[in-house]
Nanobody, 124 residues
Framework: QVQLVESGGGEVQAGGSLRLSCIAS????????MGWFRQTPGKEREFVAS????????HYADSVKGRFTISRDNAKNTLYLQMNSLMPEDTALYYC?????????????????WGQGTQVTVAS
């Protein structure tokens, strides 16, 4: 079992930045892919970014490409999401997730473990 706990959310003005963190516990996640997803009320959870086990292959949703950066520190069992140039449409509950496979994917259904989420609110 893997427990994931996100932190770093908050309220920021448009154009600002936030850095989300996700700490894993229970067992190491150094060999598995991880990702960030987000959800707003009434909508499906959507892919934001994913990264393979080594951190060498990040993938991004088109809506965040060039503004968000996903990274990981396997020694600390931690996943990060640096979010710059934030826009009001980035407002959502952000979730961290991990797979039981080394390869990253944008498919929500292929992630086994999920955190509780951290709220990001971007004011215009």
């Amino acid at each position: 079992q893997v427990q994931l706990v996100e932190s770093g959310g908050g309220e920021v003005q448009a154009g600002g930045s936030l850095r989300l963190s996700c700490i894993a516990s229970g067992r190491t996640v150094s060999g598995v892919a991880m990702g960030w997803f987000r959800q707003t009320p009434g909508k499906e959870r959507e892919f934001v970014a994913s990264i393979n086990w080594s951190g060498s292959t990040p993938h991004y949703a088109d809506s965040v490409k060039g503004r968000f950066t996903i990274s990981r520190d396997n020694a600390k069992n931690t996943l990060y999401l640096q979010m710059n140039s934030l826009m009001p449409e980035d407002t959502a509950l952000y979730y961290c997730a991990s797979r039981e496979d080394a390869l990253a994917t944008p498919l929500t259904s292929l992630y086994k473990y999920w955190g509780q989420g951290t709220q990001v609110t971007v004011a215009s």
